[in-house]
Nanobody, 128 residues
Framework: QVQLVESGGGLVQAGGSLRLSCAAS????????MGWFRQAPGKEREFVAA????????YYADSVKGRFTISRDNAKNTVYLQMNSLKPEDTAVYYCAGYRKWYTDSYYFRHSTNYDYWGQGTQVTVSS
């Protein structure tokens, strides 16, 4: 069993920053990529960013490009999401997810149905 535990969410003013962490545990943790998604009230879950686990290639949604940075620490089995210049529209529950499929392409990383395990989420609220 793989467990993903997110942390680092909270309340921040517009223009501020937060750093989310996602720590993985479990003997079968061996992803090809890790992703961050978010879901605002009344909206569908949307892709935010992804990173390949071995090569570290990164992918971003257009809405966060230039403001968010995804990174990982393989030794700690942890993935991070540094969020800068936050906007009220970034308010959502943020989830990390693990991708184990052999085909690695940005198209597949952007769809939540392709991910194999998920964390419980952490709330990010940006006030105006």
């Amino acid at each position: 069993q793989v467990q993903l535990v997110e942390s680092g969410g909270g309340l921040v003013q517009a223009g501020g920053s937060l750093r989310l962490s996602c720590a993985a545990s479990g003997r079968t943790f061996n992803p090809n990529a890790m992703g961050w998604f978010r879901q605002a009230p009344g909206k569908e879950r949307e892709f935010v960013a992804a990173i390949t686990w071995s090569g570290g290639s990164t992918y971003y949604a257009d809405s966060v490009k230039g403001r968010f940075t995804i990174s990982r620490d393989n030794a700690k089995n942890t993935v991070y999401l540094q969020m800068n210049s936050l906007k009220p529209e970034d308010t959502a529950v943020y989830y990390c997810a693990g991708y184990r499929k052999w085909y690695t392409d940005s198209y597949y990383f952007r769809h939540s149905t392709n991910y194999d395990y998920w964390g419980q989420g952490t709330q990010v609220t940006v006030s105006s």
